[in-house]
Every structure is written in structure tokens, then in C-alpha cells.
């Protein structure tokens, strides 16, 4: 146990990592819990902006675009949820630097210029996989499964487009964040880029175990999730390939 935990063991390090992120803890929650009672007061236009790649798709088919609800708390928890994620997005700098501090604790480079660095990197990966989420994925998903159910009455809830479009936006999000991690991993010696392309029948596996629990289940759309993921998995191997020690 006593080596386990020498100077130089990943498990010491990480343990120091994960007290230099408790400071930022609080800022976190505070940062989640001012997002997301700011969010509170712009749901309706939050719901709007999520929904219009549904609403406008229905629209051009001729078709009622509102959404409906079979439970009377289910716009309650629709706005409650969407508040939540827009705190998530809120927070999404602190939970960043929080990140880095756990996993970067034997790298020099710790300052705040360090820190702030990786927080603005990690904030542009996550907004740039929710874009590609809203602008490709989701448009794309619905016109392919709108196809699908020609010939049917579209009643659509709340309930399962919140869950179809959440699951997609944060799953893209936090896949966009696989290059960061394994640079910094690598730098830090966690990985190697050999160990992450051993893994890659694992990671190919995970990712279309993860595209099928989040996307409906039809093979298009699973791919549209599994293969970007993939793809930011390689690039994480390169990057580790050229900061890895």
C-alpha cells in the first residue's frame, strides 16, 4: 500500500488532484445554480430554440408543429430540465478547470493561465459538439425518422423529445472532449498513444453501445452519434502521439 501511494503513483496523484479540485466545488454549484435559475426565466425561449429543428421539419411537412403532453407536470418538467442544462452550459468553464486540476496535477504548468487555457479549450469542444448536435445531427435524425412514420398521425410529447435531444446534445457535448482529455493524459504520462490504440476495439464497441442507448434504434442515426466519436478518439491518439512522454 505504501508504494501504491509513493510521490510518483498515478493513484497519489490523482488523489492530489481531486483536493486541488474540491476548492472549485462550490464554484460550481454556484455557477449550476445561477445558470440554471437564470435559465428558469428564459425556458419557453430555450424550449423554442431546442424544439425548431422538430417544429420547423413538421411545419414544412404540413403537419401541427406543437408538441404534446400526457401528464400534467410534464411541461413543469420539461422547462425544470432545460433550466438544468442551461446551467450545466453555465458551468461548463468551472466543471472544465475542475477537470484539469484532477487530471493535470504532474504537469508544471499550473497556473491560472494553465487552468484558464484548458477551461476555454474544454468550453469551445463541448459548444462545438452541441453545434454540430443541433445543426447536422438533430435535423438529420428527424427527417430520417419523420420519413420513417409517413403515413401516420404525428402526436409527439414533450417527454420524449426532451429525452431524444438531451441525451444527443450532452452525449456530443462531452464526446467532443475525448481530444483534451488525452492530450492532457498523455502529457501527464496516465496513457500513452500505444495504450489508447490498443483500446480502440473497446472504444469502438462503447461508442456504438452509447449511440444506441441515446439515439432511437434504427442503424442511421446510431452511426451519425458512434462515428464521431470515433473519429475524436483518433484524434486523441494523435495528439497523445506527439505531447506523450
Given amino acids: 500500500m505504501e508504494e501504491a501511494l509513493n510521490d510518483e503513483s498515478p493513484l497519489r496523484t490523482l488523489l492530489a488532484g481531486f483536493?486541488?479540485?474540491?476548492?472549485?466545488?462550490?464554484?460550481?454549484?454556484?455557477?449550476?445554480?445561477?445558470?440554471?435559475?437564470?435559465?428558469?426565466?428564459?425556458?419557453?425561449?430555450?424550449?423554442?430554440?431546442?424544439?425548431?429543428p422538430l417544429t420547423r421539419e413538421l411545419a414544412l411537412r404540413g403537419q401541427d408543429s406543437r408538441l404534446v403532453f400526457t401528464g400534467l407536470s410534464d411541461p413543469f418538467i420539461l422547462y425544470f430540465t432545460l433550466s438544468l442544462l442551461g446551467g450545466v452550459v453555465v458551468a461548463t468553464p468551472i466543471l472544465s478547470a475542475q477537470l484539469y486540476v484532477i487530471i493535470a496535477t504532474r504537469i508544471r504548468a499550473r497556473s491560472s493561465i494553465a487552468i484558464a487555457?484548458?477551461?476555454?479549450?474544454?468550453?469551445?469542444?463541448?459548444?462545438?459538439?452541441?453545434?454540430?448536435c443541433y445543426f447536422i445531427l438533430l435535423?438529420?435524425?428527424?427527417?430520417?425518422?419523420?420519413d420513417i412514420a409517413a403515413g401516420f398521425e404525428t402526436a409527439i410529447t414533450v417527454r420524449d423529445f426532451l429525452r431524444f435531444s438531451t441525451r444527443l446534445?450532452?452525449?456530443?457535448?462531452?464526446?467532443?472532449?475525448l481530444p483534451?482529455?488525452?492530450?492532457?493524459?498523455?502529457?501527464?504520462?496516465l496513457?500513452?498513444?500505444?495504450?489508447?490504440?490498443?483500446?480502440?476495439?473497446y472504444a469502438t464497441v462503447g461508442s456504438f453501445i452509447l449511440s444506441a442507448w441515446i439515439t432511437p434504434p434504427d442503424g442511421m442515426s446510431q452511426l451519425l452519434v458512434a462515428i464521431p466519436l470515433l473519429v475524436l478518439y483518433l484524434i486523441g491518439i494523435g495528439l497523445a502521439a506527439i505531447v506523450g512522454r
Fill in 19 to 52: 483536493e486541488r479540485a474540491r476548492k472549485l466545488t462550490v464554484w460550481t454549484l454556484l455557477a449550476l445554480l445561477a445558470g440554471t435559475a437564470v435559465s428558469w426565466t428564459y425556458a419557453r425561449e430555450i424550449y423554442g430554440f431546442l424544439a425548431l
Fill in 117 to 132: 487555457a484548458f477551461a476555454i479549450a474544454g468550453t469551445t469542444l463541448f459548444f462545438g459538439g452541441m453545434a454540430f
Fill in 139 to 146: 435535423p438529420f435524425a428527424i427527417a430520417y425518422l419523420l
Fill in 169 to 177: 446534445l450532452l452525449a456530443m457535448g462531452l464526446g467532443a472532449q
Fill in 180 to 189: 483534451l482529455v488525452s492530450l492532457v493524459a498523455a502529457r501527464v504520462g
Fill in 191 to 201: 496513457v500513452t498513444a500505444r495504450t489508447l490504440w490498443g483500446w480502440m476495439p
